[in-house]
């Protein structure tokens, strides 16, 4: 039988924190290049400020995965976290001040992006450390994907919020010496007090009581709880580590596998963040409105997905099937959208293609963090799932910029999607492979 995974207060302040995470990035967004062209910036400052937030991503993860691998605090760790990401968020605001000086103006946006992808890149390596350290085995899929899925409604819920911040009036702080309060500086005070609700949350209720294994108890269990209950027993910082499940070389192996699989699914999500709006501009000659509907749509298909892996690994369905199924999807997806030049693909097979490709990262991306926590069972995890979340940010760096040049090309379209599904078929499809026959 699958341990049944409560919903204890430190659980809830994960979702409601990594909700409130990818919510704000993608919230800055839409505000990002009206915001940059009032400040002096121009295109060139738009492509960075956009690929230096997965370089944030990348650092944060790494450094704060670390510090949550060599025995730090869990809650000392997404507090720093947190609070990098409120300093950069200060940042974004305070870079008003420098309209007419675009060099300053546009430095106070990187470091501000820079630290916003520090926060969110470590607090997910931090969380998913925790989850792979607190959650039984048989319920850490569940777990992994509940996360995952309040990742995606961030995203989804992300473009409304911004939406509405756009009706936002004008309002002068303290007569405008604390800034002004517009709808192009609206998401960075949002983003702000998101990183305040944040730390209240963190500071508040994940305390020692975070730290416990987070199942029902069974009749085993009765009387240690019992005797926590009475106060008899101390509550650990962290349960044991349970042992290990493979050999170190075999845990290498996957490993390995995995971050290849985590690359590839993070590439092709970069690439359709990318190049679906002018896409379907060129193809449909579909407007931003249609293709925020579209985005809307695939968000929550994708949250669908993600309910029903849930209700799949909770009737013992492993992870390795999931991440089978998405990078089918993902070989199916890329592989419809390739078509010569002169011949688009039909609306009915482009929205398959959509969906499919929509379906693929958020299912490949829980079922990854998933099996990578069981794979290292018996090791702190933190350090390893910051070099996952790094090469994942990196990918996201890579994608666009590949995107851009290769449409330039007469067979761009083949060249970038046709590479794709062939990264997924090979590549991930050989992975996936190895990563069956170990876990």
């Known amino acids: 039988m699958v341990p049944r995974l409560a919903t204890p207060p430190w659980l809830l302040v994960m979702y409601i924190t990594v909700f409130l995470s990818c919510s704000s990035f993608s919230i800055v967004l839409p505000a990002l290049w009206p915001y940059l062209c009032r400040l002096g910036g121009d295109a060139g400052g738009l492509a960075l400020l956009v690929s230096i937030y997965s370089v944030g991503e990348a650092v944060g993860a790494l450094a704060f995965g670390a510090a949550a691998a060599a025995g730090a605090p869990t809650r000392s760790v997404l ?33 501000g992006r820079t630290a916003q992808g520090a926060m969110t890149g470590g607090m ?38 911004a939406a509405a911040l756009a009706a936002v009036p004008r309002v002068a702080l303290a007569g405008g010496r604390l800034g002004v309060v517009d709808p192009l500086t609206a998401p960075g005070y949002f983003v702000a007090a998101a990183c305040v609700a944040t730390l209240f949350a963190y500071a508040a209720f994940f305390g020692d009581g975070a730290n416990t294994p987070a199942k029902t108890p069974t009749d085993d269990d009765e009387e240690a709880a019992t005797a926590a209950a009475d106060g008899a027993a101390a509550v650990p910082p ?21 971050n290849a699989v985590f690359f590839i699914h993070f590439f092709g999500f970069a690439l359709q963040e990318t190049v679906t709006t002018p896409l379907v501009a060129a ?157």
Not at 91 to 105: I, K
Not at 245 to 257: D, E, G, K, N, Y
């Open 238 to 258: 962290l349960s044991p580590p349970p042992p290990p499940s493979l050999s170190p070389r075999r845990q290498a192996a996957v490993v390995a596998a995995l």
């Open 124 to 161: 997910q390596a931090v969380q998913q450390h925790h989850l792979g350290a607190v959650v039984p085995a048989a319920a850490l899929t569940a777990a992994t994907v509940a996360i995952n899925g309040a990742a995606t409604l961030g995203f989804v819920c992300g473009p409304a919020v």
């Open 283 to 439: 193809l449909y000659g579909w407007g931003v409105h249609a293709s925020a509907v579209l985005f809307t749509a695939a968000g929550v298909a994708a949250v669908v997905a993600l309910v029903g892996v849930a209700v799949a690994t909770g009737q013992g369905v492993l992870e390795r099937t999931v991440l089978a199924v998405s990078v089918g999807l993902g070989v199916v997806g890329y592989g419809a959208l390739v078509s010569p030049p002169g011949a688009p693909p039909s609306l009915p097979r482009f929205l398959t293609a959509w969906a499919a490709i929509s379906v693929a990262f958020p299912l490949g991306r829980a079922s990854v963090m998933a099996a990578f926590s069981h794979a290292l069972r018996g090791r702190p995890q933190g350090g390893y799932m910051g070099v996952l979340l790094a090469v994942g940010a990196v990918s996201r760096v890579i994608g666009p910029f590949w995107a851009v040049r290769a449409f330039t090309w007469p067979w761009g379209g083949v060249a970038v999607f046709g590479s794709t599904a062939a990264l997924f078929a090979v590549v991930a499809g050989g992975a996936t492979a190895a990563v069956w026959s170990s876990l």
């Open 79 to 111: 507090l720093a976290a947190t609070a990098v990401g409120l300093a950069g968020s200060v940042l974004f605001v305070a870079a008003q001040g420098a309209a007419g000086r675009p060099a300053v103006a546009l430095a106070a946006l990187a470091a």
